[in-house]
């Protein structure tokens, strides 16, 4: 059953706005590190569509580890977990977490 949720949403500045607008994406900030992993790999193996081919591919030809190793590091796919954590702090602090449920 679906019910109406009053006062939802709020109401922002255009300056607000477009500061949100600026604001790094964690999503487009994963999707572009791991497109750049996808599109290096199938420079290897074509067949390549998710992440998890790239895992196959490494334990079936270790061969490609240093390279693929590589990809990763190059995209930033380590290191985005760092701007969520700017944006979000409390998807990963408990306590803020209860604090946003409690207002």
Do not use: C
Not at 34 to 52: E, F, V, W, Y
Not at 78 to 90: G, S, T, Y
């Amino acid at each position: 059953m679906l019910v109406e949720v009053a006062g939802a949403t709020l109401e922002v500045t255009d300056e607000e706005f477009q500061a949100w607008q600026d604001h790094p994406s964690g999503l487009d900030l994963m999707r572009q590190s791991t497109n750049h992993i996808l599109n290096g790999a199938r420079m290897i193996d074509k067949s390549i569509q998710h992440l998890s081919d790239v895992d196959k591919l490494v334990l079936e030809h270790p061969e490609h580890d240093s390279t693929i190793m590589q990809l990763y590091l190059e995209s930033g796919f380590f290191d985005v977990w760092k701007v969520d954590h700017e944006i979000n702090p409390w998807r990963y602090d408990a306590g803020l977490l209860e604090d946003i449920g409690n207002r």
